[in-house]
């Protein structure tokens, strides 16, 4: 065929089209995500460009910079009524400008900020060749043990690369409870989720752990990425849509119009119970519920401790953003179906979680098992399907996440000659050592325990009077067994730490820098304000409880 037979073939074909249009999108309304994304592809360039000497600086000086002009982003928007009156969809239909979405945004701004103070801590670890070291390995892509690290630690390098990778961690989990279609809400999934399995594997310290950590995770994170994606795929299947609202006007039976094309799958039932059962796993797995839990342990545990600390907090706060606007803005229609299984996952998990953390030797595992009861006690607020049940689950996500930062601040200050000492018999008599440490985690365990005065007593108030009142009273009272087990190994870490005798050999308590002091003295303030007077907050959630559908 000549080169001008295919010419005349394609303006012939070409011809008839429509101009595309162009999408709108309201950049003021994205500007905290967009603010962080911007951040993060500067701090790549950074990387590339800046000398090696300074970047450290720079990066540090470019994240807090971004984190707080991304909350101030939110508060404006907030000020506006986009929390409120002025609630809307925005970015032709992808993103949901509302109250939980304002709320979850800043406080998982709030929660990364003060997370990372302890990735730029650099004052824990000895000097190694006349540099200072932070908790990440000099040269990320050397062998664990091989020469170019050893030489890599020698010249002073530092993997700086983890403040971009951090911020684009932010972004997904920004955009993730906001999504309000489900190809957005894979996407955002994956923005976090990628950054996460790299910032797993490149401690300094026990470098083969925290790698084989970051490959438990990323298996079975793409495991869950897989399961969720069928979902949706069934659910465009039984909807012909993506769009939550268009989902949600099927399965309320309000949609007569139906596309040719998926008359034969449209409002098949089979579809929407597989479908949803699976992004129901999906997002089950990202919040550490029994029986998705497998990989929180070993990769509380491997992880450096900083990375641990904001994964704990922040994937929370997100992960329960997206599964409230899941189950209340698509499927309320589905109520029926969904609740007696969320009961039967809330009270495996609150009580496995607990029961499973008494017998953890390990300061990392044992709060990686209580993050797995946590997970359980915010789904019996998930549970309660009332704007309480919202409003409270976003109280005790905000709660939760600086408790949880500053506990593993704290687990930072703990070292040995071999780094962090994270063996619970380590830590016996360190109230005699280090009065001051000791009192400050006990009043994280209090605050995990549950104890009044605590942030973690406020929360769980909250959300279990939420989910009684949303007819759930059995899970309640198996929610209180479970907080009174979990109370018993929290004690007894109190116990370890103020009761028993120091060993000659035990370990020392780091002095660090401003930055972690910072965090741990946030946390503590956080905790102490929730907990004492936490009306204004409650007030704040309960005012932001509203969905735009």
Known sequence: ?????VHSLWTTAAEPIDKIPAPTVEYAQLAPALIVVGAAIVGVLVEAFVPRKVRYHVQVFLTVVA??????????????????????IAAMGAIAVDGPALFLQGTILLASLVAVFTF???????????????????????VPGSDSEKAAVKAGFTTTEVFPLVLFAITGMLVFPAANDLLTLFIALEVFSLPLYLLCAVARRKRLMSQEAAVK?????????????????MLYGYAGSVSYAKIADVVDGSVRTIDPALA???????????GGAMILVGLLFKVGAVPFHMWTPDVYQGAPTPVTGFMAAATKVAAFGALLRLLYVVLPGMSWDWRPVLWAIAIITMLGGAIVAITQTDIKRLLAYSSIAHAGFILAGVIATTPDGISSVMFYLAAYSFVTIGAFAVVTLVRDAGGEATHLSKWAGLGRRSPLVAAVFAVFLLAFAGIPLTSGFTGKFAVFKAAAEGGAGALVVVGVISSAIAAF????????????????????????????????????AVTLVLGVVPQYFLDLASQASVFVR
């Open 489 to 524: 190994f929290y004690i007894r870490v109190i116990v370890l730490m103020f009761f028993s005798e120091p060993k000659a050999e035990g370990p020392t308590v780091a002095v660090p820098s401003p930055l972690t002091m910072t965090t741990i003295a946030v946390g503590v």
């Open 120 to 142: 730029a801590e650099r004052r824990l670890d000895p000097e190694a060749h006349g540099n200072r070291v932070d908790s990440f390995a000099a040269q990320a892509a050397s």
């Open 217 to 233: 995770y990323f298996l079975l994170g793409a495991f869950s990425s897989a399961i969720l994606l069928f979902g949706i795929a």
């Open 1 to 5: 065929m000549s080169a001008t037979a």
């Open 67 to 88: 984190l707080v002009a991304a909350f101030a982003a939110v508060v404006a928007l907030a000020a506006g009524g986009y929390g409120t009156t002025k609630a809307r």
């Open 264 to 274: 034969d799958t449209m409002g098949n039932d089979a579809l929407l119970l597989i």
